[in-house]
T-cell receptor, first 110, second 107 residues
Framework: EADIYQTPRYLVIGTGKKITLECSQT?????MYWYQQDPGMELHLIHY???????EKGDLSSESTVSRIRTEHFPLTLESARPSHTSQYLC?????????FGSGTRLTVV | RKEVEQDPGPFNVPEGATVAFNCTYS??????FFWYRQDCRKEPKLLMS???SGNEDGRFTAQLNRASQYISLLIRDSKLSDSATYLC????????FGAGTRLTVKP
């Protein structure tokens, strides 16, 4: 039973399109994160938030942007998708120790 | 140098084997330590936390050596279902993930 939800699960989209990946959690966690992971490769932190109206860039440079208007919602937006954005995007939230991950969005840009 | 380094693997072992994974971390101020498991094309899930005194959960034993900044995971009597990537995770202000060690348990 997931407490953190990501939609869509899979997305195939054309180059140049604007897309928003949704992430919502029902646990009231203040901290939320976006990771990018290519198949068989490590997780890279691209954005994080410690609470409403707080967003920071992560270790990996990304052309995406995020917003945190509500505690439970942390969407990630790509203004103009490119094939290099093809990857899996994982959202996570935490309170104290430990992360809970969503099931991820597998994005393919053609 | 990466903040969290793991054995690159992959490890291919027969069922019933004992396998050990090692991990080192660079930030001596790190506060908490974990092992996560990630199945192919799935999200990481917490396997176990790692405590200074060492801890065991069934066939899994985790050890922490703060002086050497070293963490280990031992899996005894490995099962086919143990096949996955094991991520070493270290927390300072945020979680730092290792690249993962891939394990395949063969019949």
């Amino acid at each position: 039973e997931a407490d953190i939800y990501q939609t869509p699960r899979y997305l195939v989209i054309g180059t140049g399109k604007k897309i928003t990946l949704e992430c919502s959690q029902t646990m009231g966690h203040d901290k939320m994160y976006w990771y990018q992971q290519d198949p068989g490769m490590e997780l890279h932190l691209i954005h994080y938030s410690y609470g409403v109206n707080s967003t920071e860039k992560g270790d990996l440079s990304s052309e995406s942007t995020v917003s945190r208007i509500r505690t439970e919602h942390f969407p990630l937006t790509l203004e103009s998708a490119r094939p290099s954005h093809t990857s899996q995007y994982l959202c996570a939230s935490s309170i104290g120790d430990g992360y809970t991950f969503g099931s991820g969005t597998r994005l393919t840009v053609v | 140098r990466k903040e969290v380094e793991q054995d690159p693997g992959p490890f291919n072992v027969p069922e019933g084997a004992t396998v050990a994974f090692n991990c080192t971390y660079s930030n001596s101020a790190s506060q908490s330590f974990f092992w996560y498991r990630q199945d192919c094309r799935k999200e990481p899930k917490l396997l176990m936390s790692v405590y200074s005194s060492g801890n065991e959960d069934g066939r899994f034993t985790a050890q922490l050596n703060r002086a050497s900044q070293y963490i280990s995971l031992l899996i005894r009597d490995s099962k086919l279902s143990d096949s996955a990537t094991y991520l070493c995770v270290v927390k300072d202000n945020d979680m730092r993930f290792g690249a993962g060690t891939r394990l395949t348990v063969k019949p």
